[in-house]
């Protein structure tokens, strides 16, 4: 815990509570897909569907867990300095405690009479003025600790609001989770139903590039910057490797996760989810496309790809599927966005 610092709020509160509904619409999105499928066509229809939504829940996982983790932090920094500031109210207790006990050696009796029995009134004079000393020094050490008090007993009630939310973040998360592995585990059941061809079909329809889009197979084979190329290199270094929702690497990654991850490689840090990462830079034009943008799908912007050159992109498609090529067009494009 290496801060100390007194915690301001910082609107986590409200970010946590956002990303709580963004899970719970996601999983109502889930609960609304039909649980029957018709054969063939159908089922592939509703494999592409389930695993779909089942990625827009992902996104919303990855927010609400990654506002969890900074809540983590937060709650760690407000234990830390409450434990400091308890120290410190009980060392301002002690020098109070100190104080008294000298006010007491010194003669803390009333003045008329400790004059009456001093042998001097130079004695008397220097007892009084030892006195005043103290009870000032005893005021001020008094009011510093209700101030510390008044301190700890707010940051106390802040960090057991955010222990609050904590918690009720981990309760929807798990719920979440235990939701989307229910879904995907109906999708895989449903794709392993079909017949070995008609698996085959779906994955080449998954990988089918739309022809409406500008020819970019001899474009944008060079990154525009060192960063660019570095984040590349870590993404075609992923290739290969399993998707795993909720992911960001090393040894496997969601969508957003291994940008997130790659991006990392270059020394950029992007936020969790394809929807922040597409507003994580310039937006450009598809024709304007180079090695290293991001390369944003469907209209929720609930999935994402890096662009590697030559009309391809490199991401981590569904589970079941490792991280791969496709084509730049495999699914409609909702933005291009340089890093």
């Known amino acids: 815990m290496g801060s100390h610092r007194r915690l301001a709020p910082s609107g986590l509160d409200r970010g946590a509570g956002a990303a709580l509904c963004a899970l719970a619409a996601a999983a109502t999105a889930l609960g609304a897909v039909p649980a029957q499928a018709a054969p063939h066509e159908g089922t592939r229809a509703e494999v592409d569907r389930l695993y779909a939504e089942a990625e827009k829940a992902t996104q919303a996982y990855d927010k609400a867990d990654e506002r969890a983790d900074t809540l983590r932090r937060e709650v760690g920094h407000a234990q830390d300095h409450i434990a400091r500031q308890q120290q410190r109210i009980n060392t301002l207790r002690e020098r109070l405690g100190s104080l008294a006990g000298a006010q007491y050696r010194s003669g803390g009796i009333d003045p008329a009479v400790a004059l009456l029995f001093s042998d001097s009134p130079d004695d008397y004079l220097d007892k009084a003025a030892t006195l005043d000393r103290i009870g000032a020094q005893q005021a001020e050490r008094l009011r510093e600790l209700r101030s510390a008090m008044r301190e700890l007993a707010q940051e106390r009630a802040t960090a057991a609001g955010k222990l609050a939310l904590l918690e009720q973040s981990r309760r929807a998360v798990a719920a979440h989770k235990r939701t989307v592995e229910q879904k995907l585990a109906k999708a895989r059941q449903l794709l392993n139903s079909l017949p070995a061809t008609e698996r085959s079909a779906h994955d080449r329809t998954s990988r089918s590039d739309r022809g ?3 020819d970019l197979s001899g474009f944008g084979a060079v990154a525009p910057d060192a960063r660019a190329e570095a984040a590349v290199a870590a993404a075609l270094s992923a290739l290969g490797r399993p998707y795993v929702w909720g992911a960001n690497g090393p040894s496997g990654f969601d969508c957003s996760g291994l940008m997130q991850w790659s991006y990392g490689h270059a020394g950029v840090h992007l936020p969790r989810t394809s929807q ?19 390369v944003v799908y469907r209209g929720d ?23 791969r090529y496709d084509p730049v067009g495999m699914m409609p494009i909702t933005s291009v966005t340089r890093p």
């Open 276 to 294: 922040e990462q597409r507003y994580a830079g310039r937006q450009i034009s598809l024709s304007e496309a180079r090695p290293g943008d991001l």
């Open 301 to 323: 912007a609930s999935h994402v790809g890096m662009y590697v050159g030559n009309g391809q992109v490199v991401h981590a498609p569904y589970p079941g599927a490792p991280v």
């Open 212 to 214: 409406d889009l500008p």
